[in-house]
């Protein structure tokens, strides 16, 4: 028998899926895998039967108990995503937290602790001035090294060395045409800071 890649994805996910019920009815957990398979083959079906889409994303998610998840799945399966074939065509269907919402501490959880964190310990730090001589405005990112900025960037430092500006990862600074700016920087110790 040949099978097309889809074909065969089809029936790994009916084979995980009768798992997952066989598990079921013995008053066995099921893990990510099995309850993602399970949820899978119910929106398969579902679809294969031209069931309404808004019907099929409250139904799929309710063939898992929640009392059958292993602790964690919820945290680990935040949304599920699977092309289902319906009469009219393939369309993608989307279910967000479809074993609920995790509980506070799980698996992948953040814990904040309720004090200040300094950003690079120990590091070097001095005052720059950053003027843009070009004729667009120009955005500077956190960790990209002061002698790697765009030419049109004039940067005057008071120590010498290499420095990053002394921001959180992802944010950046805006600087426009004819605009100075005067900034917190870093060192940069390695190449990886």
Same mark, same amino acid.
């Given at each position: 028998?040949?099978?097309?890649?889809?074909? #065969?994805?089809? %029936?790994?996910?009916?084979?995980?899926?009768?798992?997952?019920?066989?598990?079921?009815?013995? *008053?066995?957990?099921?893990?990510?895998?099995?309850?993602?398979?399970?949820?899978?083959?119910?929106?398969?079906?579902? /679809?294969?039967?031209?069931?309404?889409?808004?019907?099929?994303?409250?139904?799929?998610?309710?063939?898992?108990?929640?009392?059958?998840? &292993?602790?964690?799945?919820p945290a680990l399966v @935040?949304?599920?995503?699977?092309?289902? %074939?319906?009469?009219?065509?393939?369309?993608l269907v989307h279910l967000?937290?479809?074993? *609920?919402?995790?509980? @506070?501490?799980?698996?992948?959880?953040?814990?904040?602790?309720?004090?200040?964190?300094? &950003?690079?310990? *120990? #590091? *070097?730090?001095?005052? /720059?001035?950053?003027?843009?001589?070009?004729?667009? @405005?120009?955005?500077?990112?956190?960790?990209?090294?002061?002698?790697?900025?765009?030419?049109?960037?004039?940067?005057?430092?008071? #120590?010498?060395?290499?420095?990053?500006?002394?921001?959180?990862?992802?944010?950046s600074v805006k600087i426009?045409?004819?605009?100075?700016?005067?900034?917190?920087?870093?060192?940069?110790?390695?190449?990886?800071?």
């Amino acid at each position: 028998m040949h099978l097309t890649p889809r074909e #065969r994805e089809r %029936l790994e996910v009916a084979a995980g899926a009768d798992l997952a019920r066989r598990r079921i009815a013995r *008053g066995a957990r099921l893990g990510a895998v099995e309850a993602i398979a399970l949820v899978c083959d119910e929106v398969q079906e579902m /679809a294969w039967d031209d069931v309404p889409l808004a019907e099929i994303l409250l139904r799929a998610p309710a063939s898992v108990p929640r009392d059958r998840l &292993l602790p964690d799945v919820p945290a680990l399966v @935040p949304a599920i995503e699977i092309e289902a %074939l319906f009469p009219h065509g393939t369309v993608l269907v989307h279910l967000a937290a479809p074993f *609920g919402p995790p509980p @506070p501490d799980s698996a992948g959880s953040v814990r904040s602790v309720n004090q200040q964190i300094e &950003l690079a310990p *120990g #590091r *070097g730090r001095a005052s /720059a001035t950053l003027r843009n001589t070009g004729t667009l @405005p120009i955005w500077v990112s956190s960790h990209v090294p002061l002698d790697s900025l765009n030419h049109a960037i004039e940067v005057s430092v008071e #120590r010498p060395g290499r420095y990053r500006l002394d921001q959180q990862a992802g944010s950046s600074v805006k600087i426009d045409p004819g605009q100075q700016r005067q900034v917190r920087v870093v060192q940069i110790v390695s190449d990886r800071s």
